[in-house]
């Protein structure tokens, strides 16, 4: 899987990178065909934010993931922007290999072809 992570308005240092790569192990573990993984992060005056676009075999999926700049936790808004998109990320590749499943039982087709 190719991961292409740039920022916007700030400069990705290797924390930012490992975390970021970290949190997409999961996606490996639910879907086989990801062909890629476009991550963009970027940081406003009272906002960071974390969009990701999700290459898979016959569709593309993007989810966002936003902070908002509060007193109280000025240290982790990134991460937890980071850690938003992965989620909505995980829940529609969940979404989308159920879509791809086939629902029907294959004995109970079987069995009304041959009568």
Do not use: W
């Amino acid at each position: 899987m190719q991961i292409q992570i740039s920022g916007q308005h700030i400069q990705i240092t290797p924390a930012l990178r490992e975390r970021v790569e970290l949190q997409i192990g999961r996606f490996e573990r639910l879907f086989d065909n990801i062909t890629g993984l476009d991550v963009v992060l970027s940081v406003d005056k009272n906002e960071h934010k974390a969009s990701g676009t999700l290459h898979c075999s016959g569709t593309r999926l993007h989810a966002d993931g936003i902070a908002r700049l509060e007193d109280d936790n000025k240290n982790d808004t990134l991460y937890t922007a980071i850690d938003a998109m992965v989620g909505k990320l995980a829940d529609q590749l969940r979404k989308h290999k159920e879509k791809l499943k086939d629902h029907h039982n294959s004995e109970v087709r079987e069995a009304r072809a041959a009568t």
